[in-house]
């Protein structure tokens, strides 16, 4: 038997968090661009979809797509959550397998 972790039913593969209380659920790697973020060319942005819940308004996460490069931007103040952690996060569902 296998344990999935979904976020409103969706299979999980990384989660970020921030020191802020903000989650990211990222469900799909998407494609790469190349992204302009705050007048800088990033080459080869990997675009991810998932559920983003920011701290500021929990109440309005929702699913869209979420540049990687913006999350590594945000350097020491946000981190993957290991995957043992998972179902510790906010609004995650453990689902076993068979």
Known sequence: MMEIITIQGE??????????GSYWYITEK??????????KIYR???????????SAF?????FGN???TELKLLG???WK????NWKLCPEVEA????
């Open 44 to 54: 080869d942005d990997q675009i991810l979809y998932g559920y983003a819940r920011l």
């Open 11 to 20: 299979p999980i593969i990384e989660v970020y968090e921030s020191f802020d």
């Open 76 to 78: 020491s103040k946000i």
């Open 30 to 39: 998407l494609y790469k661009q190349d992204s302009i973020i705050d007048g």
């Open 66 to 68: 979420i540049s990687e």
């Open 81 to 84: 959550v290991p995957k043992q």
């Open 58 to 62: 929990p109440e309005y996460a929702e």
């Open 95 to 98: 689902k076993v397998s068979t």
